[in-house]
């Protein structure tokens, strides 16, 4: 008899299957359950279900109700279902689960969203969110503070959270799908920009963070070498081309926030010139940024500059030529030119002399500079007019090559050079200082050459020689190899 009394507790309850007519009904304490004999308990006692303020449980297969939240039963007692389908029950009175009714994980609290965070959510079925009407697969964010209600219709996908950047930094976003930004712009799909507002940046749910970018700081002795990715107006409000190529300096910005359309090709060191210094600038850049091809451009200190993208520093950074009062420059127009009213044709080839300063014009060349050669009485030159190919000899006094000139060496006979090779240095010291004392005596004409001496060792020198000539015939004498 004491099986077939049950006392059940208050806030307890159990489940009871009446064989007859295969219902299985609910039976709530507090009470004492006298079971017949048609009857079965096949649950309980259990508690019944406790869901504290700020709480949630989600039942699988709920049972159907009314207009007044009651279940509904069919026409044989059962109460209907509706099976495969979830729901969430919040914060209420304790409450008992009919059959078929279970408990879907545990008892959950309520999800609060941080400040700067926001969940990211999921619509699993269509529906209408207070005026929103909701498709499956659409996404949202619900961002916080605040306390996330849930629904069986939404799934939470992700925890979102603001990215922080500090000044001299900016967010580059990519969108994920075409749809209008907070600041009212129309992006597209694939479309990247920057946030360069700083503070905190929760992105959008169509929008995702790609990276931190970073100012370069720029200092008057630095600037940033940028490239267009394509055609898009720059910070600055100014329009730049596909593959255009442009410095951003300090008398810009302090700080350059590359943008998501250009590309940094690199840092520009400033070039700086002394006022005896100068450089010419092949491909030089004009007022209005264009590159003027072919031509040349020659600055001069004190002076400095950035070298422009394009701009290119023939043979680097040169000094100003200082020529003394037995030294000149031997010069040659590479195109007309014009020099203190006297009219130069290209190729034209003169000469200017010392003592001065000289920085040679963009048209002019430098071919060679050129020393007075100082001759004793007793030694010599040969000079070749290159005009006429006429070969002279100069000797006994200091003298300048003209721009139409040039030295002239005497080939000797292999015989000599056979002999020379074979009498050490000594030697030919001594006979040298022999045959300049026969010389004055005999006033013979001696004149200075020079020619490849090969030593025992197979190694080249250059050797003064003087040579004591006749009409006839001519001997090598030698001094020392510088």
Same mark, same amino acid.
């Given at each position: 008899?004491?099986?077939?009394?049950?006392?059940?507790?208050?806030?307890?309850?159990?489940?009871?299957?009446?064989?007859?007519?295969?219902?299985?009904?609910?039976?709530?304490? =507090?009470?004492?359950?006298?079971? +017949?004999?048609?009857?079965?308990?096949?649950?309980?006692? /259990?508690?019944?279900? !406790?869901?504290?303020?700020?709480?949630?449980?989600?039942?699988?297969?709920?049972?159907?109700?009314?207009?007044?939240?009651?279940?509904? #039963?069919?026409?044989?007692?059962?109460?209907?279902?509706?099976? %495969?389908?979830?729901?969430?029950?919040?914060?209420?009175? =304790?409450?008992?689960?009919?059959?078929?009714?279970?408990?879907?994980? @545990?008892?959950?609290?309520? +999800?609060?969203?941080?400040?700067?965070?926001?969940?990211?959510?999921?619509?699993?079925?269509?529906?209408?969110?207070?005026?929103?009407?909701?498709?499956?697969?659409?996404? $949202?964010?619900?961002?916080?503070?605040?306390?996330?209600?849930?629904?069986?219709?939404?799934?939470?996908?992700?925890?979102?959270?603001?990215?922080?950047?500090?000044?001299? +930094?900016?967010?580059?976003?990519?969108?994920?799908?075409?749809?209008?930004?907070?600041?009212?712009?129309?992006? !597209?799909?694939g479309e990247e920009w920057l946030v360069r507002e700083t503070g905190a940046y929760l992105p959008g749910v169509d929008e995702e963070i790609v990276e931190t970018v970073r100012a370069t700081v720029l200092t008057?002795?630095?600037?940033?070498?940028?490239?267009?990715?394509?055609?898009?107006?720059?910070?600055?409000?100014? /329009?730049?081309?596909?593959?255009?190529? $442009?410095?951003?300096?300090?008398?810009?910005?302090?700080?350059?926030?590359?943008?998501?359309?250009?590309?940094?090709?690199?840092?520009?060191?400033?070039?700086?010139?002394?006022?005896?210094?100068?450089?010419?600038?092949?491909?030089?850049?004009?007022?209005?940024?264009?590159? +003027?091809?072919?031509?040349?451009?020659?600055?001069?200190?004190?002076?400095?500059?950035?070298?422009?993208?394009?701009?290119?520093?023939?043979?680097?950074?040169?000094?100003?030529?200082?020529?003394?009062?037995?030294?000149?420059?031997?010069?040659?127009?590479?195109?007309?030119?014009?020099?203190?009213?006297?009219?130069?044709?290209? %190729?034209?080839? $003169?000469?200017?002399? %010392?003592?001065?300063?000289?920085?040679?014009?963009?048209?002019?060349?430098?071919?060679? !500079?050129?020393?007075?050669?100082?001759?004793?009485?007793?030694? %010599?030159?040969?000079?070749?007019?290159?005009?006429?190919?006429?070969?002279?000899?100069?000797?006994?006094?200091?003298?300048?090559?003209? =721009?139409? /000139?040039?030295? $002239?060496? @005497?080939?000797?006979?292999?015989?000599?050079?056979?002999?020379?090779?074979?009498?050490?240095?000594?030697?030919?010291?001594?006979?040298?200082?022999?045959?300049?004392?026969?010389?004055?005596?005999?006033?013979?004409?001696?004149?200075? #050459?020079?020619?490849?001496?090969r030593s025992t060792t197979t190694t080249r020198r250059s050797l003064a020689l003087c040579l004591v000539l006749s009409s006839s015939c001519s001997i090598p004498m030698n001094t020392s190899p510088s």
């Open positions: 008899m004491a099986l077939n009394v049950i006392r059940i507790k208050h806030l307890h309850y159990i489940h009871v299957l009446d064989s007859n007519s295969n219902v299985t009904r609910v039976e709530v304490g =507090p009470q004492t359950f006298t079971r +017949q004999e048609h009857e079965k308990v096949v649950l309980g006692p /259990e508690e019944m279900l !406790k869901i504290p303020p700020r709480h949630y449980v989600v039942i699988s297969n709920p049972v159907v109700r009314n207009e007044k939240s009651l279940p509904v #039963t069919d026409d044989s007692g059962n109460v209907k279902l509706r099976f %495969g389908d979830e729901e969430i029950r919040f914060d209420k009175d =304790p409450f008992p689960l009919y059959p078929g009714e279970s408990v879907v994980g @545990k008892v959950t609290p309520l +999800q609060v969203v941080a400040p700067n965070t926001a969940l990211r959510l999921k619509a699993l079925r269509d529906f209408k969110d207070g005026e929103v009407e909701r498709k499956a697969g659409d996404e $949202w964010l619900f961002p916080g503070p605040a306390t996330y209600i849930p629904r069986v219709e939404v799934q939470v996908t992700e925890i979102q959270r603001a990215t922080v950047f500090k000044e001299n +930094q900016a967010l580059k976003l990519r969108a994920r799908r075409g749809h209008v930004d907070r600041a009212g712009v129309v992006r !597209k799909a008057d002795k630095k600037a940033l070498h940028l490239r267009a990715i394509k055609t898009f107006v720059d910070v600055y409000g100014k /329009e730049r081309k596909a593959g255009e190529e $442009w410095l951003v300096t300090i008398s810009l910005a302090e700080t350059h926030i590359p943008d998501v359309y250009e590309e940094v090709v690199g840092e520009v060191k400033i070039t700086t010139l002394t006022g005896r210094q100068y450089a010419v600038i092949l491909d030089p850049i004009d007022a209005h940024g264009k590159p +003027q091809f072919g031509k040349r451009e020659l600055r001069r200190g004190e002076v400095s500059f950035f070298l422009q993208p394009g701009e290119r520093l023939e043979n680097g950074i040169q000094n100003v030529h200082i020529l003394g009062e037995e030294e000149a420059l031997l010069l040659r127009a590479k195109e007309i030119y014009d020099e203190k009213g006297k009219h130069r044709l290209p %190729g034209e080839r $003169w000469m200017i002399h %010392g003592p001065c300063d000289y920085v040679p014009p963009v048209a002019v060349e430098i071919l060679e !500079k050129r020393k007075k050669i100082p001759l004793d009485e007793n030694e %010599g030159i040969y000079v070749r007019d290159m005009k006429t190919g006429k070969v002279r000899v100069v000797r006994g006094s200091s003298y300048l090559l003209e =721009p139409h /000139e040039e030295l $002239w060496e @005497k080939e000797l006979p292999k015989s000599v050079e056979d002999l020379l090779s074979k009498l050490d240095r000594n030697a030919l010291k001594d006979r040298l200082s022999l045959l300049l004392v026969t010389s004055r005596e005999s006033s013979p004409t001696v004149l200075l #050459t020079t020619l490849q001496f």
